[in-house]
T-cell receptor, first 114, second 115 residues
Framework: QKEVEQNSGPLSVPEGAIASLNCTYSDRVSQSFFWYRQYSGKSPELIMSIYSNGDKEDGRFTAQLNKASQYVSLLIRDSQPSDSATYLC??????????????FGQGTTLQVKP | GEEVAQTPKHLVRGEGQKAKLYCPPI?????VFWYQQVLKNEFKFLIS????????ETGMPKERFSAKCLPNSPCSLEIQATKLEDSAVYFC?????????????FGEGSWLTVV
């Protein structure tokens, strides 16, 4: 079992729809969770971080964390073609102490069709 | 703005040659991280530094890979005797701290192609 798992997609949604991206993780004691957006050939860009159970909203983005079920999701409302990218879920594992390293999922490719 | 200016952006090496990549962290950042991204977006953590000291090297291959962060110099990642499977994008990232809520800033990556 991979430490962080995502469906690689592609996930295709029409413009204006809600895109829902999901991620599960194996380290039960992880405390920090991140969503990065990566355009092709570019560096990952942090769009959301979440540390406690529940929802966290920032503009069109909402991150949801459920530690009991070990999943974290990202919702993108009113999806735009410019949101088309790969979305990487990353977890900061704490089983060996916090060293700041991130474990990434394989990424979900999102395509927003005009 | 905040930027980790990795160099070179592209590097082509023949099998068996050495490759060296550079990463100047953002001024004021104490932590530097190296990641390797191969096909299908598989990011792999390699090593991290706290200033000049190795902080976490649990992801570094045992052979051929080495890294340094020396005072007044950009951090570096060196691969001796490159192999085809070393072809990847190598991302460097830096951060002020590793406390919760701290942002890690990624560079644009160095694309290594081994032929």
């Amino acid at each position: 079992q991979k430490e962080v798992e995502q469906n690689s997609g592609p996930l295709s949604v029409p413009e204006g729809a809600i895109a829902s991206l999901n991620c599960t993780y194996s380290d039960r004691v992880s405390q920090s969770f991140f969503w990065y957006r990566q355009y092709s050939g570019k560096s990952p860009e942090l769009i959301m971080s979440i540390y406690s159970n529940g929802d966290k909203e920032d503009g069109r983005f909402t991150a949801q964390l459920n530690k009991a079920s070990q999943y974290v999701s990202l919702l993108i409302r009113d999806s735009q073609p410019s949101d088309s990218a790969t979305y990487l879920c990353a977890v900061n594992p704490t089983f060996s102490g916090n060293t700041g390293k991130l474990i990434f999922g394989q990424g979900t490719t999102l395509q927003v069709k005009p | 703005g905040e930027e980790v200016a990795q160099t070179p952006k592209h590097l082509v090496r023949g099998e068996g040659q050495k490759a060296k990549l550079y990463c100047p962290p953002i001024k004021g950042h104490s932590y530097v991280f190296w990641y390797q991204q191969v096909l299908k977006n598989e990011f792999k953590f390699l090593i991290s530094f706290q200033n000049e000291n190795v902080f976490d090297e649990t992801g570094m291959p045992k052979e051929r890979f080495s890294a340094k962060c020396l005072p007044n110099s950009p951090c570096s990642l060196e691969i001796q005797a490159t192999k085809l499977e070393d072809s990847a994008v190598y991302f460097c990232a830096s951060s002020q701290s590793i406390a919760g809520g701290n942002t890690i800033y990624f560079g644009e990556g160095s694309w290594l192609t081994v032929v």
